[in-house]
Every structure is written in C-alpha cells, then in structure tokens.
C-alpha cells in the first residue's frame, strides 16, 4: 500500500536553529499538505500545494517558516530560527486532487526545540 | 454499548461493547467529511468518510452518522476491540472548493478488556 513518506521521524535542535522537514507524497498525488498538530489537539494546516503552485499558505508563519515543493511531487518546510513554541508535530499529506478526495497522512515528524 | 449525545474529550468502553464518538462541525457549507484514527505517536489514519448527500455510511465494523440540521456526525464503533483505542478526529471541507481539511476536537478511546 502506497504511504506518504516523511523524514526525519524525530528532530532535536536548539532555538535559533534552522531545520527542515522532507515529505514524499503518494505517487500521482497532486495536492500536498503539511500540517501542525501540537500534543493533545488536532492538526492545523500550515500550507497546501497543488503540484508546485502554493494554494494556501495564510496560517504560514512566513517570517520563519518556507515551503516548497518545486517539481511538484515532494516537498520540503523549513523553520528558520526555530522557537521553543515550534515543538510540535509536523505532518505531510497527499490527496489525488483538491478537496473531496481521501486525503492520507505520514507518520509525522516530531521536532522538540530546546 | 456507550453513546454520548455531546463531543468529550475522552470515552471509556470495555470490549466488545459498540462506541459511538460525536463531533460538532463548525462550517454549514461542509460538504465532505472524514473520520481519522491516531494512535500515539503516530500520523492520523483515514476510517471512513460521508459526503453531505448522505446520511449514513457504512465499513468494516464502524458507521458514520451525518445530521447536517445540527452540523453533528457521529462515528459508531461495533465490537469495540482493544486495537481500537486512539485518538479519534473529525475533519471537514468544502468539496471542489481546493480548501483544506478542518480539524475538531479529538475523542480519546480507551478499551478494556
């Protein structure tokens, strides 16, 4: 069965650091996500892609975080300085295309700020 | 089994009992919605999901319930079986509007057996 792949799984770094964070989609999957989702509360969008073009990116944090995926298959999100309030989990998704599709999710990448 | 007519944040059942987990959505204009399962430490993984024109849908040991009169759905969980226990998310959007989906509150199941 065709996952969405993310890594790293698990990240620590100091505040004021940069980090980033690689999501594979599901092959042929058009629109691609990354969501936040702190503990205990569900995930929030960050930002959405369909193929390379950024479709949302309005609860980006844009003065520390960038997306891209520029040949619209996988994607990289980068926070650079991180802030001990970025701890958190990040998800990857992909749907075939827009909303109204199933939209699956990775495993996650958990990232603690110290 | 054990029902709750309101969202809580978490629900206790012993196995084999049927488990029902509500969710108040927020947007009327939803039109497609999905029920996830998260396990610890892990990304949320797609049951089931009900598009507005129905009412009721139907898997493998679980059933979604829409009422879009009080923007409520409900997941309902037959045989509950202690594999079952996680964090459960209802998610909504807007069909063909290319918005992403909206997250409520998280249930948490606990099954004993």
């Known amino acids: 069965e065709a996952e969405v792949a993310q890594s790293p799984r698990y990240k620590i770094t100091e505040k004021s650091q940069a980090v980033a964070f690689w999501c594979d989609p599901i092959?042929?999957?058009?629109?691609l996500y990354w969501y936040r989702q702190i503990l205990g509360q569900g995930p929030e969008l960050l930002v959405q892609?369909?193929?390379?073009?950024?479709?949302?990116d309005s609860q980006l944090p844009k003065d520390r975080f960038s997306a891209e995926r520029l040949k619209g298959v996988d994607s990289t999100l980068k926070i650079q300085p991180a802030e001990l309030g970025d701890s958190a989990m990040y998800l990857c998704?992909?749907?075939?295309?827009?909303?109204?599709?199933?939209?699956?999710f990775g495993e996650g990448s958990w990232l603690t700020v110290v | 089994g054990e029902s709750v007519g309101l969202h809580l944040p978490t629900l206790s059942v012993q196995e084999g009992d049927n488990s029902i987990i509500n969710c108040a959505y927020s947007?009327?204009?939803?039109?497609?919605f999905i029920w996830y399962k998260q396990e610890s430490g892990k990304g949320p993984q797609f049951i089931i999901d009900?598009?507005?024109?129905?009412d009721k849908r139907q898997g493998q040991r679980v059933t979604v319930l829409l009422n879009k009169t009080v923007k409520h759905l409900s997941l309902q969980i037959a045989a509950t079986q202690p594999g079952d226990s996680a964090v459960y998310f209802c998610?909504?959007?807007?069909?063909?509007?290319?918005?992403?989906?909206?997250f409520g509150k998280g249930t948490t199941l606990s099954v004993s057996s």
């Open positions: 998610a909504e959007n807007i069909d063909q509007a290319g918005t992403a989906l909206i």
């Open positions: 998704a992909s749907s075939k295309h827009g909303s109204g599709n199933t939209i699956y």
């Open positions: 947007n009327s204009a939803s039109d497609y």
């Open positions: 009900i598009r507005s024109n129905m």
């Open positions: 892609f369909q193929d390379e073009s950024v479709v949302d």
């Open positions: 092959s042929g999957h058009a629109t």
